[in-house]
């Protein structure tokens, strides 16, 4: 069976900064895998090369996504074919409402894909009811794209996003920060939801406490741009009583 | 030292000296506005035509950008009642009064004038100055050699006037359309008398042939009485070599409100000249701009906004999609005299600039002379975020979409400011098939 992402040997650079130094992951339908690690070792790094940043080079290794080559494609052909990166920091967008810019993605991907696209109020009705789940006013829909929103309101804009488009591979980055316990408890039952035996999910996190509420099936650590450790749930509350050091150590 | 030197007349200066000198006589009017038309051409020949040591047109040389006067339009034969029939077809569907302003002449017979509103009365231009009646001179862009050069030469165009609280339901919409292979000039006079606690939507369109390098100089006149309300929208469309000069100038009264939307998207070389004075007290105006330009074009708009009377509000906002090696020009002086009062006045320009060639020039200026005022301005020039482009793109939309998306929004909010939903919907449908053309 081909696996859901493979990645081999991935070596990436910024502005001619080495971030990512050989990293291999392979994540199969139906698994949470956890990345872990400190600051700086590469977390968001990963998370913007899967996704197409603009501005990083890849210097090795490739990347295979089903089993096509993720690296060749653009950004919004990688989210056609399914890929979903939920932002650290989403972004404000003034003038495009909401529900204007989650029509025109739906509707670009399916396009995309050969699918039929679908009418207003079809998105509409979708839309309501996923926000509905999510706590989201329906009012906050009309309002230009995370314009004014609160961090909270904004990461739960992320999930409805990643639910409306049902990606196969959902990246989350740092998806905690800046959330409350009762924000964070939202977010975390909307991406349960998305649990799915066909889906993938890459939970990036530097606190332990995101997976108390998203439990993963392995967990990473990567330090210095590889992953270091790889183990077990059990993994992230070992690494909540002892630190990051002993890996940054491995990693030097 | 105070001589002044002037420097050597252009072909086209002593072309339009030319032409004034033949066709001086035969322009409609008698004797007293035969002489209001030589005066504003001795303005004329006084100052040339501008050049960039000119601060008015510091970012829009005439001296090098009109290289030669055109002969004047001939009157619209059949032909060109059959090119014309059709135009000003952006707000094709809405109803609207039409009346068809070709090749510079009112054509009453390809202009709706059936069932006027009582109190609304429509005139050809030509046929108030034959009259004797003096439509010709400007209050405050009199001095202003384009708006001279307007004076001197306009034979026709349409005077509307509209009787004391008659609201007109029905917006009125100019068509100027310029038809013809043979590059001619254009000179039009129009006028609008708004009477007190009156109200009235009108549209101007300007269009013409792709590649041939006519030359339009519109010129507006507005009177707007106290209490009364208009809003004006003017879609400078014209053909891909065209000179497009317009001076607008609009008197406001007391307690009146006037919005002022504008949407450049045609020419090779435009400037709209606006000029407005917030004559009475409690008087709201504002004027919204949208530019779209590509290819090499040229479009300057220059504001002059006086606030004469106590506790007036003014709102400006311009923007301008800058793509190709196009420029855009926005200039703003907003003026408040000593007894202008809690006057509340806000002027703001911002560029995008879609490629390393594009160029935009702002230029904001307050002058303040009463001290108990809000008064801001601002200009920012830009490319589009990248960083929200990749947003847009992560999540499934291409990247010309992405770009159009952005452009929409940063255009949107100027379009948002048309009241009526008919005239912002064809609005937004032209600013769409200007994004299509990107594409």
């Known amino acids: ?252 | 030292m105070n001589a002044e030197i002037r420097p050597v007349k252009t072909a086209a200066e002593i072309g339009f000296a030319d032409l004034f000198a033949a066709v001086r006589l035969s322009l409609p009017g008698g004797r007293d506005i035969e002489a209001v038309r030589r005066d504003a051409f001795d303005r004329f020949v006084a100052q040339g035509l501008p050049n960039s040591r000119v601060e008015a047109w510091k970012y829009t040389d005439l001296r090098r950008l009109v290289r030669d006067a055109k002969a004047l339009a001939p009157r619209p034969d059949a032909d060109a009642w059959t090119a014309a029939r059709n135009a000003g077809a952006v707000f094709a569907g809405l109803d609207l009064r039409r009346l068809l302003i070709v090749d510079g002449a009112f054509v009453p017979e390809l202009s709706d004038l059936a069932g006027l509103e009582s109190g609304v009365r429509i005139r050809a231009t030509a046929e108030a100055l034959s009259a004797d009646e003096m439509v010709l001179p400007l209050e405050m862009a009199g001095t202003d050699p384009a708006a001279a050069l307007n004076t001197a030469l306009a034979a026709d165009g349409v005077v509307i006037t509209v009787a004391a609280d008659v609201a007109v339901e029905r917006p009125i919409h100019l068509v100027f359309v310029t038809t013809g292979t043979v590059p001619a000039a254009m000179f039009t006079r129009s006028r609008l008398e708004l009477g007190s606690g009156a109200a009235l939507t009108l549209v101007e369109t300007h269009e013409g042939p792709d590649q041939s390098d006519y030359q339009v100089n519109a010129a507006l006149q507005i009177n707007i009485a106290d209490k009364a309300r208009l809003d004006h929208i003017k879609i400078t469309g014209e053909g891909t070599a065209a000179l497009h000069i317009a001076t607008l100038e609009a008197s406001i009264g007391a307690g009146a409100d006037y919005r002022e939307f504008g949407f450049a998207a045609g020419g090779a070389v435009v400037r709209n000249q606006i000029f407005l004075k917030l004559a009475g007290e409690g008087t709201t105006a504002s004027v919204h701009q949208a530019s779209l330009l590509s290819g090499r074009q040229h479009a300057d708009t220059t504001l002059v906004l006086d606030h004469v009377a106590a506790g007036s509000q003014s709102r400006e906002v311009f923007k301008a999609v800058v793509d190709d090696e196009a420029r855009a020009v926005f200039q703003g002086r907003i003026t408040v005299r000593p007894g202008a009062q809690q006057t509340d006045a806000r002027m703001m320009a911002r560029a995008l600039l879609l490629s390393d060639e594009a160029v935009a020039n702002c230029k904001p200026e307050l002058e303040i002379f009463a001290d108990d005022v809000q008064c801001g301005h601002g200009t920012t020039t830009g490319a589009l975020d990248d960083q929200l482009k990749f947003y847009l793109m992560a999540r499934g939309i291409p990247e010309k979409e992405a770009e159009a998306l952005l452009i929409q929004a940063f255009i949107g909010e100027v379009i948002d400011a048309v009241v009526r939903e008919d005239l912002r919907e064809a609005l937004s449908r032209a600013m769409f098939a200007w994004l299509k053309g990107r594409e």
Do not use: W
Request: aromatic content about 4%; hydrophobic content about 40%.
């Open chain 1, 1 to 252: 069976m081909t696996a859901l992402l493979e990645i081999r040997g991935l070596k990436a650079e910024i502005d001619g900064r080495q971030i990512l130094n050989g990293l291999d992951l392979t994540v199969n339908k139906g698994e949470i895998h956890a990345i872990m690690g400190p600051n700086g070792a590469g977390k968001s790094t990963l998370s913007y090369v899967l996704s197409g940043k603009p501005g990083y080079e890849i210097t090795g290794g490739e990347v295979l996504f089903n089993g096509e080559d993720l690296l060749a494609m653009d950004p919004d052909e990688r989210a056609a074919k399914g890929l979903f990166l939920a932002f650290q920091y989403p972004l404000e967008i003034p003038g495009v409402a909401t529900l204007t810019f989650l029509r025109t993605a739906l509707n670009a991907q399916r396009r995309k894909r050969g699918e039929e696209e679908l009418s207003s109020p079809d998105v509409l009705k979708r839309v309501r009811e996923l926000a509905k789940q999510l706590n989201i006013d329906p009012e906050m829909l009309k309002r230009p794209l995370n314009v004014g929103f609160s961090g909270g309101e904004k990461k739960r804009n992320e999930t409805l996003q990643m639910a409306l488009l049902e990606p196969k591979l959902c990246v989350l980055d740092e998806t905690d920060s800046g959330l409350d316990i009762d924000a964070l408890r939202i977010v975390a039952d909307g991406v349960n939801r998305l649990r799915a035996s066909d889906r993938g999910m890459i939970v990036i996190t530097h606190y332990q406490r995101l997976l108390d509420y998203i439990v993963p099936d392995v967990v990473h650590v990567l330090s210095a741009g590889r992953i270091v450790k790889t183990g077990g749930k059990e993994l992230a509350l070992e690494l909540e009583a002892t630190g990051y050091a002993q890996y940054q150590n491995e990693a030097a």
